[in-house]
């Protein structure tokens, strides 16, 4: 992302358009394939940080590993004030819990860390929801999972500022889809990628040709850890994303230089439903007259 | 603000308020919202927790089935809990093989006396906000776990919420009528919420 950071030559730091410079004055080193063109190993979701913005996370939990940071957004009652302070209250429901063990379960050598958004006293999902998520994206974390969403729509502008700075900073944003037909934020977005379920029993994940909402994931009867060191099953698409936050940590463990479009192309690319054919015999490259060019 | 107040019903005498018509049609709207949807799921019991904000707290308002005769009036903080998630959120949720653990939703369990092997809760949404929680424990094993079901349980939530929100609105038919103090007391407290929302600030 082009910025205007300081020592830049001025009129060079932002990219609006390039001016007098040329291909070789914005290299962009990708990351390379495979040895040999060789398969590449499987991906473990090593080395990449991966940030669960909801009621916390159990610590200690077998299928959950460790936790490499709990953090708690607290609001004053009485100032208004919000703050993001280190905890060690775990989790207030389980709901935290059961998306970092599919995190785990799908990218097992990833890190995990954990910001409580929900649980210190009732806040609906308004100003506590928006500064955890602010603050993990501030933290520059690969992958933020939100299985959660707003109705209030005056947080969307702001939301919506978040989401793409969260793109252009390399902070990919897996977002829940609500679960009821209601407008919400911040999965509408096209910077982050959206998830709602579907109903295979296979871990799988589908590209959905119809958006807004841009993927699927098993959300239907899903095991999944629970308070307690125990195990429980749950359904919604609160946990069809983190399964799709897991795939995003593998991929990136494999490539860590990708983008976040990158990615969501690497999902497109993978997902169960998508399938190259062959090309129309009536290719839009074909039959435009573009003469005139 | 058109969240109800949460305290009318209880029995403990530092909430308890003299009934009026209104308390009574709530109280008999969400005694057959719990009925139907038990009998809905065919569901060992059912509850409609409403929340009061200001205490922080989720109170059992009616329940059908398992705790019938006890719980009404029982509280717990509005942040912990699959109910309280469900509140926080504004998503319904579903699970199962609860029994199997331990620690599941300790401070509701402990006020109950009853841990279920399924639940399923969903929020009471009116206007974009979250009036309470109906749950309902124990659907039976064909009525569990699905999307379906919890669309089902979501919509049959929303409908519940919007009859609140009606029999909220009612009042102001018979707002000609002189208020006696703790009535007064209401109204004027439904007043500041209202400018609290209206600002911004509730």
Known sequence: ?????????????????????????????????????????????????????????????????????????????????????????????????????????????????????????????????????????????????????????????????????????????????????????????????????????????????????????????????????????????????????????????????????????ALYLSAANVHAGPRPSTAAGDTSDDSEN | MTTPRTDATLPPAPFAVPAAPGDDARRELLQSVVDVARAIFGAAASSVFLLDEEADELVFQAVSGEGEEFLVGRRFPAGRGIAGWVASSGEPMVVDDLSQDSSFDRSLAESTAYVPDALMAAPLISDARVLGVLEVLDPSPQARSGVRELDLLAMFARQAAAALRVLATQPAVSAARPLDGERREDALQLLGSLERLLRGTG
């Open chain 1, 1 to 265: 992302m082009g910025t205007s950071g300081g020592g830049t030559v001025p009129g060079q730091g932002l990219t609006w358009s390039l001016r007098g410079r040329g291909p070789d004055d914005v290299p962009v080193p990708a990351d390379e394939g495979p040895p040999g063109g060789l398969p590449a190993r499987q991906a473990t979701g090593r080395g990449v940080r991966v940030c669960v913005v909801d009621s916390g996370v159990e610590r200690d939990h077998p299928l959950v590993g460790p936790v490499e940071s709990s953090w708690v957004v607290v609001k004053d009652p009485a100032s208004g004030s919000i703050t993001v302070e280190p905890t060690v209250t775990g989790d207030t429901c389980g709901h935290g819990t059961a998306c970092a063990g599919i995190i785990r379960r799908t990218a097992p050598d990833c890190e995990i860390h954990s910001v409580r958004v929900l649980g210190e006293r009732f806040s609906g999902t308004g100003d506590v929801l928006m500064a955890g998520l602010r603050w993990a994206v501030e933290q520059r974390f690969d992958v933020v999972n939100l299985s959660l969403s707003t109705t209030r729509s005056r947080f969307a502008p702001e939301l919506h500022g978040l989401a793409d700075r969260a793109y252009f900073g390399r902070t990919v944003i897996v977002a829940s889809a609500h679960n009821t037909p209601v407008e919400s934020f911040p999965w509408r977005f096209a910077s982050v990628i959206s998830v709602g379920s579907h109903q295979e029993d296979a871990e799988l994940h589908l590209y959905n040709p119809d958006p807004p909402v841009e993927f699927f994931g098993p959300g239907q009867n899903v095991s999944v850890p629970w308070l307690g060191g125990r195990t429980i099953r749950t359904t919604g698409n609160s946990f069809a994303t983190p399964y799709v936050a897991g795939l995003c940590a593998r991929v990136l463990s494999g490539h860590p230089s990708m983008t976040v479009f990158q990615l969501k192309n």
